[in-house]
Structure formats: C-alpha cells, structure tokens
C-alpha cells in the first residue's frame, strides 16, 4: 500500500508539472490581472453586430463613474451594447488592455514609456481631461496653499497646519496607492522628480475611499479627482485658483490631465463604436456634465 | 463474491488517491510560489529583503522589515487581547456555565468564526477607528496597529476557545476529583489542577490562533492603515507605538499585486514565500505540542 502511495504521487506531480510547463510568467501575471478585471469577453472586438455584446472596462477609479455615465448614455441608443465597468487603478487598466483580459483599459494618467515598452500593442484614445483637487477636512481653516506647501505637506516637511496658518495639530496625509493613475499624475505634476509622497501617510485604494477618509479623518489632506468632489470634502485653492472646471479649462487651475481608454491594438466593432460615440458631441456632453473636461 | 472484494480494495486506493491529491496541491502551491519569488530572492538578496526598512518598489527598494514588523506587532497585539478572553470563555463553557447559557454561548462564539473577514473590516473601519481616534495622543490617526490588533482579537476568539475548552474538557475527570475531594473549591481547582493539565492544549490552540492572526488579509487593509514606514512611537511614550500605522505582510500582497510586475511581482511572491514558510512552522508547533497532549 505505502509503495503504491509512493509511485501514485510520483505519477501525479509528473502530469501535473507536464500540464503546466510552458507558460511560467504569462500565468501568474494572468492570475493576478483576472483576479480583479472583468472577466475577458474576447468577441465583443471582433464581432461587429451588436446582438447582446458586452464590453469590459478595468481600471481607474477617476474614470470609472465617467465610463458608466457614458455606458448608460450608450445603451439609450443602442440597447444591446452592455457595458461592464471595474476599478483597480490605472496601472491594473494599462495591464489588463495590454494583455487582453479586459476589451478597454481605463488609465488616468499618460502612459509611461516603460509600459509601452512592455506592452507595444497598446493603443491609448484620449476621451477626456481631470483635474486634480487639494482635499481637506471640512473643520480644516486653511483656505490656500501654494504649490510648494502642498508638496512639502505630502512629503512629510510640514507635518503640522500650523505652519501653513490653520490650527495647532498634526496633519494626516492620506494617499492612493502607487499603480494609482490620479497618484502617478499627482507626483509628475505636483511632487517633481524629487519630492516623495511621504511613507507615514495612509494609503487607500480608490478615489472613493480617499474621499471618505477624508471626510471622516480630522486634519486630514489628500488629492482627490474633480468627478469625485461633494460636499464632504473641503476643496483648497493652490495658489489662489480655486479647483473648479471653468478654471481648469481655460489654464489658471494647472493639475490637469488625461483620461485614457487604452485597447490592444486598433479598436474594433462594438468597443470602436463606443469609443467614436464618446468623442462625439452627445459624448462630450456627458463628459462635461460629470464634471471632466472635454478633449474637442 | 470477486466483485465485493475487488470494490473493497478499491475504494481504499481511490480514498488514498484523493488524500494525496491534497497534498499535492498544497505541495504545488508551495513550489509555485517559490519558483515566482525565486528572481526576487537571488536579485535582491535575502538579507535586503527581509532587514531592509524601505519598501518602494517605484524606486527599485524592497525591504519588508515593516511589514515584518507590523504583522507581528498585530499578531502579538492579537495574543494579548484575544487570548485572555477566550481562555475565560473556554473555563465558563467547560466548567462553570450553566446548560442553558452555554447553549446560547457556544452557538454565538462559533457564529463569530463564519463572519466573512470583509465586515470585520468594515466594523472596524466604521466603529473601531473613531473610537480609537479619540485616544488623545498627538498624531494618531485611528487607523493603526491597536484597531487592528483589536479586530483580530475577536476574529482568533472562536479558533482559541474551541480548541482550549476541547483541551480543558479533555482533562481527566479523576484529576478534577481527586482535587476537590482533597477540599479545594471549584475554582482554585481550575487554576490549579485543570488548566495546568490543559495547558499544552491551550497553547496548540494559542498558536493556531496566531497563525490565523497571521493570514489575516481582508480586515487588516482596512483598519491598519497601510504605511510603508516601520511603525513607531508618536511621541515620548513607546506605548504609542500601538497607535502607530502600519502594514502587514498579507496586506502588501493584497494591496499591489493587481498593477505589480516584473520585479515587484516577484517581490510579493517572496513575501507569500516568507508567510507560507511562516504558517508552516506555526502549524508544526501547534501539530507537536496537540500530539503531546493526547499522549501525556
């Protein structure tokens, strides 16, 4: 019996091991992108009719409300396009259209060099612009800041708000975490080459989340997409300019940038569709109303 | 009569092909996760990887003492509010709860063990982080390591107090006779005779409550906080140090899998790598110490 049990195993890890040779860094970087993108719907970028197609969205959590505001536009007009949207940041949106497991990858930010690299299929279309916000606690005094006491805030150099005119108590730095696309704008904008947002501040994983901590931390701070602002967050102004659209659209509010709907490779049927309708007119409509800026 | 005997012999080999090919698994999912972590253990080192204190992978850093730290703070924290409870749990269901309670009890402290980890989470986010903000010590944010430790407590109390109450009842009656026959009461009896003989017991069920503390993912996102700093005093008073945010090993895994690659991928692959390796020692330690219980 315990010789049997023996070659038994022996003969199960060798077919199991034989199964699985053959792709050793495609499957857990797989793995890890399915765990959290929309399950892949191969057909709806390459069937052209649009009997019941469904179209997967994966990525930031900026353009995530944006992408099913429009989603809903959509379907008034043609009712079979489904599309499902999902977060995970921008890093998993650049990841998960390069390697197919979702049709379009969301990403609020550029997309570096080092990821083109990696992923030379990519095809990035522009659909609209965001502004970045400078959020506080509603109960913070500070009204202002300038660009370098924001930086110096989120880097850990000014830790109290009474060195930039509020009150006498120790600032909470709330942040994304760093595949983020609002982070990774955040830092090429506001932080520079240099300045690192600093280790101590806490860390959430979407806009969302910030913004409920942010609203429920006193003498807390964060960075905060325009599209996710309310009336539980307190807005700064930086460098006098409020962050308001009108401001970001004629230059005066300069934390701006791309939002980013990225395919592998040219976009086809369905997916094409939407993305041609969300460049229309009727699409930058909804982008305007959600609060982003339009790209035309 | 060929047939019964040859089901008979059967059956035996298609239990013990089961029984092996979850061992199997187990062995996979430890070869897998080493050959994924293997680049980041011979490219970073093992000594950088495991005293190194700055984890950025952004700038090529990845040293996981915080997260070593963190998780066994919580652990420990975990140990030192949990234990205490559900050994006092155990000796009022073993011995002194009336039948009526301990019917009410016991179904109550095994409904703790089936709530998903997520709502854990949310409990504490919403109720434990507030709570332990109002802790008047400059810096503290509530997130941190003493709500974490707090949540864990109460999700290792169902594991400890089965397993202690198992061992307490398990403990034979003559000892419990023979003591109080000699005139002690009940509870000196308790303290005196019964948990010294359960003692090994309890302390199985101690360490397979760490190791549950250990694998905790879920609920520590969301309550501790997750800086990529050691934790630390926040002011003159090292018990502060409870107060001090932080991230644990099963939460940096979590956290940047979805957009890691290349070597930060590999890095948390090492990390699953340490906590197997560290789940495996616990195990064996609780497996040795219940062996002994039984027989002595």
């Known amino acids: ?296 | 009569m060929r047939l019964t005997y040859i089901v008979d012999r059967g059956a035996k080999y298609v239990l013990l092909l089961t029984a092996l090919l979850s061992l199997l698994v187990v062995f996979l999912i430890g070869i897998f996760t080493l050959r994924e972590g293997w680049p980041a253990f011979t490219k970073i080192g093992l000594g950088e990887l495991l005293s190194g204190s700055v984890w950025r992978p952004q700038m090529d850093r990845f040293g996981l003492w915080p997260m070593l730290a963190g998780s066994a703070m919580v652990t420990l924290g975990a140990v030192v509010l949990g234990v205490p409870l559900s050994l006092m749990a155990a000796i009022f269901m073993a011995e002194t709860a009336p039948s009526g309670v301990r019917n009410i009890v016991r179904p109550a402290i095994e409904l703790l063990a089936g709530i998903p980890s997520v709502v854990y989470g949310l409990f504490g986010l919403v109720v434990l982080v507030p709570m332990v903000r109002q802790i008047p010590v400059a810096g503290n944010q509530g997130f941190g390591i003493l709500a974490a430790s707090i949540v864990l407590a109460v999700m290792i109390l169902p594991t400890v107090t089965n397993i202690s109450e198992d061992a307490i009842r398990s403990v034979p009656r003559e000892y419990k006779e023979g003591s109080l026959a000699l005139g002690t009461t009940h509870w000196q009896t308790i303290v005196g005779v019964i948990l010294p003989s359960a003692r090994s017991g309890i302390i199985a069920g101690v360490i397979l409550g760490i190791g549950r503390a250990l694998g905790e993912t879920m609920a520590m996102i969301m309550v501790i906080g997750n800086s990529i700093i050691p934790p630390r005093p926040l002011d003159s008073n090292p018990l502060t140090i409870v107060l001090s945010t932080a991230r644990t090993l099963t939460g940096n895994i979590a956290v940047e899998i979805s957009y890691a690659t290349g070597l930060q991928e590999d890095a948390l692959f090492a990390t699953g790598v340490v906590l197997f390796l560290m789940i495996i020692l616990v195990n064996s330690a609780a497996r040795l110490l219940m062996r002994g219980k039984r027989n002595g």
């Open chain 1, 1 to 296: 019996m315990r010789r049997f049990a023996f070659v038994a195993l022996l003969v199960l890890a060798v077919v199991v091991a034989g199964c699985t040779t053959g792709t050793p860094t495609a499957a857990p970087t797989q793995a890890a992108s399915e765990a959290t993108s929309a399950p892949a719907k191969q057909e709806a970028t390459s069937a052209p009719d649009e009997s019941g197609t469904t179209i997967s969205v994966a990525g930031s959590t900026t353009v995530q409300p944006l992408a099913e505001k429009l989603a809903t536009a959509y379907r008034a007009i043609h009712p079979n396009v489904e599309v499902t949207v999902q977060g995970g940041g921008s890093s998993v949106g650049v990841k998960s259209a390069a390697q197919g497991t979702a049709d379009i990858g969301a990403a609020s930010r550029e997309v570096k060099q080092s990821e083109l690299d990696e992923f030379p299929n990519l095809n990035v279309i522009t659909i609209a612009r965001d502004g970045i916000a400078i959020v506080a606690h509603p109960d913070v005094a500070v009204d202002d800041l300038t660009i370098e006491q924001v930086q110096d805030i989120f880097s850990g150099k000014i830790t109290n708000w009474s060195e930039v005119g509020g009150a006498d108590s120790l600032i909470t730095v709330v942040s994304r975490e760093e595949g983020s696309g609002t982070r990774g704008a955040f830092e090429e904008m506001v932080m520079g080459e240099e300045a690192l947002i600093a280790g101590t501040a806490i860390l959430q994983q979407s806009n969302g989340a910030v913004r409920t901590t942010i609203a429920t931390t006193p003498n807390s701070i964060a960075y905060l997409s325009f599209g996710y602002l309310d009336d539980s967050v307190k807005t700064i102004k930086v460098g006098g300019v409020a962050p308001t659209e009108e401001n970001a659209a004629n230059g005066s509010y300069s934390i701006v940038r791309p939002l980013n709907m990225l395919t592998s490779g040219e976009p086809q049927g369905a997916v094409k569709a939407w993305l041609e309708y969300i460049l229309s007119p009727e699409g930058q409509e909804t982008v305007v109303a959600e609060g982003y800026l339009r790209v035309n």
